[in-house]
């Protein structure tokens, strides 16, 4: 029988339906039976304690998972679309290849979390902790990621297209040739953050802190720079056509 959808706001802690995850631990097979046969019900899974559980496969969609514990949780390819995930706990999780387009991970821990090969396009990590997490080559095109933490991440290759990176802590990340064109990272922390190759056209750079950051080889076309610090930034063999550097702080001797 149908139920009513879970409030989804931050402000309603999420308690989890009993019955739901005991379907859940049957398994992928009567999982995906019991959606099948219940399609307009909405899996209430907010706090629950799921902790290295086996969830590779499973179809996850629109699932309230908020505030849910999911440390090491086995996620391979799981479908996770418009998933509720804020506040939840995935450190370290192996999320390689599954769908989170469109999820809601606000405030979610997924440091050292594994992304590989998934797709986050859409999705909503605003203050998310993302410190150390692995996400080469993901699809993050357009996702809020604003105010986010990914100290050291690894977003070699990432599609970051249209973003909102909005003082995002990037301290130290691996973005080479990453593609970040017409991303939003106003005010981010760049230091030392490895950019070579990078694709930023059109990006807007504006009081971002750029010090000790490496655009060697990088397209920086048509970029807003105003008030950016960039001391110390390494611009050799950058394309920077278009782009007014002086509006940027430190670039005099470039």
Known sequence: MATEPPDHSEDNAAIANQE????LELGNGAWHKWRKDNPDLIPELGGA???KMGLSGMDLHDADLRGASLKLADLRKANLRNANLTGADLRDADVRGADLTDAILLKA???STDFRKSVLETAKLAEANLDGAYLDEVDLSDADLTRARLVEAG???A???GAH???ANLHKADLRKATLRRANLTGSDLRKANLQG????KVNLSGANLSGADLRKSRLTKAKLTKADMHGTDLRKANVRGTDLQAAKGTKKL
């Open 155 to 157: 977003l070699k290759g």
């Open 109 to 111: 821990d997924l440091r």
């Open 165 to 167: 990176l909005l003082k």
């Open 49 to 51: 304690e799921l902790d």
């Open 198 to 201: 990078a694709d930023l056209r």
């Open 20 to 23: 739901h995850i005991a379907v």
């Open 159 to 161: 599609d970051l297209c």
